[in-house]
């Protein structure tokens, strides 16, 4: 079964510095996808990030980008220069590539300080 | 123009009442889905649909009925509202292609008092 873990339920930074969210995942399969949804205190789910596994290179959004570790199956997320509207409810996700059920983290809450 | 569009976006209701929420995407979507994301903001898959046919369908209450009338609509009643329902309930929308990604409506806020 695949699951999903986010281990940091907080995580604090201070603007304009960096910070990386945890998540780990569980398959036995070859391919698929990861994401990073932003959920602001709005509710609206926002994509931030989407990394393939099939391809070695770490995706990159402006400032946020990924440390994808497939042998690990780790999948974090770094956010540069941190800024106050990245404050927001961070979850994980999987996709198995045989399939359309997305699989999320717990989600990680990330407080910016001024 | 809004990819995913639910409504009501906000519901408050009484225990025992049954309530619909709709939801529509016009993003040319072939597979739909619902999610309730409770007070602890965990995101739990409830049905998907592709084509117009359930194909998830996790352990929820038979008071849920989802309807999708055609692709690009899924619509989501309740029967017999429980206070344990009030949630974020939200309709998403992808393709059903290898690693597409799923949008998410605003979400319907509902309350059972």
């Known amino acids: 079964a695949q699951t999903v873990t986010q281990s940091q339920p907080e995580m604090s930074v201070q603007e304009a510095e960096t910070v990386t969210l945890s998540c780990t995942y569980d398959t036995s399969e070859s391919d698929y996808y990861l994401f990073w949804y932003k959920q602001p205190p709005s509710r609206q789910m926002i994509l931030v990030i989407r990394q393939e596994a099939y391809k070695q290179q770490n995706a990159t959004e402006n400032r946020f980008s990924v440390n994808f570790q497939k042998a690990a199956k780790s999948f974090s997320l770094k956010i540069s220069d941190s800024q106050l509207g990245d404050a927001a409810m961070y979850f994980c996700?999987?996709?198995?590539?045989?399939?359309?059920?997305?699989?999320f983290g717990t989600g990680t809450s990330l407080t910016v300080i001024p | 123009d809004t990819a995913v569009s639910q409504t009501p976006k906000y519901l408050v209701t009484q225990m025992g009442n049954d309530k619909s929420i709709k939801c529509e995407q016009n993003?040319?979507?072939?597979?739909m889905y619902w999610y309730k994301q409770d007070s602890k903001k965990f995101l739990k898959i409830m049905f998907s649909?592709?084509?117009?046919?359930?194909?998830i369908n996790e352990t929820v209450p038979n008071r849920f009925s989802p309807k999708s009338p055609d692709k690009a609509h899924l619509n989501l009643h309740i029967n017999s509202l429980e206070l344990g329902d009030s949630a974020v309930y939200f309709c998403?929308?992808?393709?059903?292609?290898?690693?597409?990604?799923?949008?998410f409506g605003e979400g319907s806020w509902l309350t059972v008092v």
């Open positions: 998403a929308s992808s393709k059903w292609d290898s690693g597409n990604t799923i949008y």
């Open positions: 993003l040319g979507h072939d597979t």
């Open positions: 649909y592709n084509n117009k046919e359930l194909i």
């Open positions: 996700a999987y996709l198995p590539n045989t399939g359309n059920q997305f699989y």
